[in-house]
């Protein structure tokens, strides 16, 4: 049982974590622009917005797994909702998936951790 503990708290962290890293690799592209260098550092900024608020967000969940729990789905649904706006619905629609699937998967268990530290 204590295994079972141990998953379910260090499970939705790491992912985040591995989440929010995967995320800063799509601002990589304002390199191949050929801008200035503070061009560059706002395009970075800009870029990186969305894994920026999920580190803060990471950061808060550490303590209170049901922020991180609500978050997390919220954000899954926001970027399919957004996805299927920006593009007609394609291939390229289904590859939004990458990063929704692990999104809930990521809510779906602080919310489990917040359940089990609440009994």
């Known amino acids: 049982m204590q295994n079972n503990n141990k998953f379910v708290f260090w499970a939705p962290r790491v992912l985040s974590i591995i989440l929010v890293l995967f995320l800063t690799i799509f601002s990589w592209d304002v390199f191949d622009e050929n801008l200035g260098f503070w061009q ?62 692990p999104a809930f998967l990521i809510g779906i268990l602080f919310l489990t951790g917040w359940f089990k530290k609440k009994k």
């Open 40 to 101: 560059t550092i706002l395009g970075l900024l800009i870029h990186n917005i969305p894994a920026i608020l999920l580190a803060a967000i990471i950061w808060v969940s550490w303590k209170y797994e049901i922020v991180g729990g609500i978050a997390f789905i919220l954000a899954g649904i926001a970027h399919m909702v957004f996805s299927v706006v920006r593009v007609d619905y394609d291939i390229s629609s289904a590859f939004s998936l990458i990063i929704d699937v």
